[in-house]
Structure formats: structure tokens, C-alpha cells
């Protein structure tokens, strides 16, 4: 349950701590190890100590000290920085990592990369630009990403073919909105008194952060511009139908649990136990699945509104490393995660099934296409980095989060249309502008 956090309830709970509370200078812990500080369930801890192994083995001289987050760990950062004990790495989310940098607690990684420009031009040639620039904020860049998760959508083989249904492989041929739903309702189960026991899609992600996807996918950002925005969209009635159509897969269609029905079974459990046809996710769902002997399962794109496309999009889903600014083990960090997001350290990552890694050579390799043999759709994670775009990078966005959560999830619930939330739209840009 730990990883869902990180995906869920972390991304809509963590910035209402205040940004305030970090006091200059995050400092030692009294002792002269490197600190990593991270967010994993325990397989996946097992990883990332794979890849610390590995650079131990490759410099002995520098010892690593690894702290696992708990739930809430933009919290416990806050207080460890308060305190002036900051690690010297840190874990980073592309919704979260801006309101740091621009108070200064996030190390300008471009110091160290103009000191390697030969290192500095290779990373980039091999990385997919869409995940680096995603921690590129106002001249500086903040990370360097590690690991990517944009949402896709699983699909049970054995429910869709029986209903004769092939989806698409591929970003670029995508299906569109009344493909999906029919694909949806043809899935979808009812016994004879109108229960459903089989649904046609299920969200394992945070609801409201999934309509914004499929409105993104009828052809509108979801802010303007993505980084540090002046304008949310919801007035934008391309964007508004998108997060119709995905609202309306619950509540007028019925093929999607509602509020009520995800109450009973999580919407992994019910794709995990052949009770949902289909279910949006990431891949940290993906070794849920896989160790399941019982489940068929491969993995399908984002549906494309009728002013959407050609291809689908997906959010950017990636986390990165960051390193503390007042680090005393700078030079120590800058190694570490020079290894963790390179070639050596992807590579474990490719290997682990646990992540799908940001580097091309990586997503290419042996190891990535061993890790995920079940998998026929393999171009849905390898051609995934290229096809995602952020949802929205800001300073504010905590303020913004709560303001948003509480009238989308009233579309949601059917409560009330995605158009009345252009009504909303000049109190979120009012928050935008009041960005420190």
C-alpha cells in the first residue's frame, strides 16, 4: 500500500504542510555518511539497495547511509530539514519538487553538470527529454530523473477476447472515446437483479488526476503553460469533455465503479481478481500483478477524445534524485546519483521489473524485455517517456490540489458537470499568480 501512496495519497497530501518550516542550512547528521532518503514498498527497497550495493562496490570510500520514508514523506522531509538534518539525497516527485527549489532547499544540479560537460551532453543524448526537462525549473534543473510510472491501462486478455476485442499496442494508434467505451460496456457484467460483478474499467490512480488525463487526450493541457502556469483549463471546452467522458464512464454508463462502489474492493483487487475487464494505472502496479499466477494481463494506451490525437499522451509519473543544497557531502551525492541515473544504476533498475528506467539504452536492453516476458505491448512502457507530458509543475501547487480536488470530485460524483468548473478557473489562476 506504501507505493500507492507515493501515486495517491502523497501527491494530494503532502503539500499542505508548510513550505515555511524549513529553516536555513539542512545539514549534517552528526556522522560522515552519505544520506538517501526514498519512498519504496519493500520489494522495492530491495532494488534500490541493489543499485546502493553496486555503487558501495564501485567506491568504498563512500559510505550510505538509506532512510525509508513512511507514509508521508514531503513530511518527514519537512521536519528533518527543520531540524537541520536535510539528507543529501532525495527522492523527488515532478508534482512537488518546484515549491523547494524556489526556496532554495534543492541544489541547482547544472552547477555539477557544466563541470562534466562530456558526462552532461551523454546524459542527454540518452535521455528522453520530456522526463529530464520535467526537473527544469527556471533555469535551474532540480533532478535527474530515475524512474518513469506514467498511467496506462492494463487489460484482463482472457475478458477481452472473449468479447472480441483487440486494443491498441501502441501510443501513436490510439483507440478513440467510443471505441473504449464500447470495449467498456461490452466487458461490463450484470446479474439478473442489475448488480454488476464485472466492471468494464476500474482507476487505480487518483480519480480526478485521471479525468484531467483524458481530458489532456481530447487535444488541451491541462494548465498554460505546464511549468510554473498563468491559466488552468477547465474553461477550455475540449478539456471539460474529456474529464466528461471519463466521469460518465461511472455515472451515466455505469461500466466504472462509482464513489460508493470503490468503497467495498480497491480497484486493483477487483483487476487482480478478474472483476475489472480493464484498470488505469502505472507500472508500480505492475509486480502486483505479475506474481499472480491466475491473472492474463497485458497493457493497453489512454483512449483520444474526439479533438485529441493522433497519439495518446499520459502524465509524466517520474520521480527523480535531487541532492540537498547545503549538503555537506556535495561531491559524495553528485557520484551517487551520477550512478543511480546512469547506465550502471538503470541498468539494475531495467533488470529489477520493479520500474521501467529513463535511459534509451536501458529501456532497450535484455534485461527490461526479461523483466516483463508477459508482456506482448512492450512499445506501451518503451515508448511511453516519449508520449508524456506534465500535468502541471508549480510552487503552489498544494493550494492549487485542494482547490481542484474539491469541485472535480463533485463532477465525479455526478454532482455536477465538467463545464461548471470553468466557473473555478479564476480562483485557481488567482493562486498561480500569487506564486512566490
Known amino acids: 500500500m506504501a507505493l500507492r501512496l507515493h501515486r495517491r495519497t502523497l501527491l494530494r497530501s503532502a503539500l499542505a504542510a508548510p513550505l515555511a518550516t524549513f529553516g536555513a542550512g539542512c545539514g549534517s547528521t552528526g556522522d560522515d555518511a552519505l544520506t538517501f532518503f526514498f519512498q519504496a514498498r519493500p520489494e522495492e527497497a530491495r532494488a534500490r539497495l541493489r543499485v546502493v550495493a553496486a555503487f558501495a562496490a564501485r567506491h568504498p570510500d563512500i ?10 514523506p514531503m513530511q518527514q522531509m519537512l521536519t528533518y530539514c527543520a531540524g537541520g538534518r536535510c539528507p543529501d539525497v532525495l527522492m523527488a516527485w515532478e508534482l512537488l519538487y518546484a515549491g523547494l527549489a524556489e526556496r532554495g532547499v534543492l541544489l541547482d544540479l547544472n552547477t555539477l553538470l557544466d563541470r562534466e560537460p562530456e558526462y552532461a551532453n551523454n546524459l542527454r543524448a540518452e535521455s528522453y527529454s520530456t522526463l529530464y526537462d520535467t526537473f527544469a525549473y527556471r533555469g535551474g534543473q532540480y533532478a535527474l530523473p530515475e524512474q518513469w510510472s506514467g498511467v496506462f491501462l492494463y487489460y484482463n486478455r482472457k475478458l477481452l477476447a472473449a468479447a472480441g476485442i483487440r486494443p491498441p499496442a501502441r501510443w501513436d494508434a490510439a483507440w478513440g472515446h467510443d471505441e473504449f467505451l464500447a ?5 461490463t457484467r450484470r446479474d439478473g437483479d442489475g448488480r454488476v460483478r464485472q466492471w468494464g474499467f476500474a482507476d487505480g490512480w487518483v480519480p480526478y488526476y485521471s479525468a484531467a488525463c483524458f481530458g489532456m487526450n481530447n487535444g488541451t493541457a491541462w494548465f498554460t503553460p505546464a511549468v510554473r502556469p498563468v491559466h488552468v483549463n477547465l474553461d477550455d471546452p475540449g478539456f471539460a469533455a474529456g474529464m466528461q467522458f471519463y466521469a460518465d464512464l461511472a455515472v451515466r454508463h455505469r461500466v466504472a465503479p462509482n464513489v460508493a462502489d470503490r468503497q467495498a474492493m480497491s480497484a486493483p483487487d477487483l483487476f487482480a481478481r478478474g472483476r475489472a475487464a480493464m484498470l488505469l494505472g502505472g507500472h508500480w502496479l505492475y509486480s502486483e500483478f505479475a506474481g499472480r499466477a491466475d491473472l492474463d494481463f497485458d497493457v493497453t494506451v489512454l483512449p483520444v477524445g474526439p479533438r485529441g490525437g493522433p497519439g495518446a499522451v499520459t502524465d509524466v509519473g517520474c520521480t527523480g534524485l535531487a541532492i ?10 553528485w557520484e551517487f546519483v551520477k550512478f543511480a541515473t546512469g547506465p550502471e544504476g538503470q541498468a539494475l533498475v531495467a533488470e529489477s521489473g520493479l520500474f521501467v528506467p529513463v535511459l534509451r539504452s536501458a529501456m532497450g536492453s535484455a534485461g527490461f524485455a526479461n523483466a516483463h516476458r508477459g508482456i506482448g505491448n512492450l512499445r506501451v512502457f518503451a515508448d511511453g517517456p516519449e508520449h508524456s507530458r506534465p500535468l502541471v509543475i508549480t510552487p503552489v ?5 485542494a482547490l481542484l480536488a474539491r469541485h472535480c470530485n463533485r463532477v465525479l460524483r455526478g454532482a455536477a458537470s465538467a463545464q461548471s468548473l470553468a466557473a473555478v478557473a479564476p480562483d485557481i489562476d488567482a493562486l498561480l499568480g500569487a506564486r512566490t
Open 324 to 333: 540537498a543544497a547545503d549538503s555537506p557531502h556535495r561531491d559524495a551525492a
Open 183 to 187: 470495449a467498456a460496456q461490452a466487458t
Open 63 to 72: 559510505r550510505i547511509r538509506t532512510i525509508l520514508s513512511g507514509p508521508d
Open 397 to 401: 501547487w498544494g493550494k492549487v490540489d
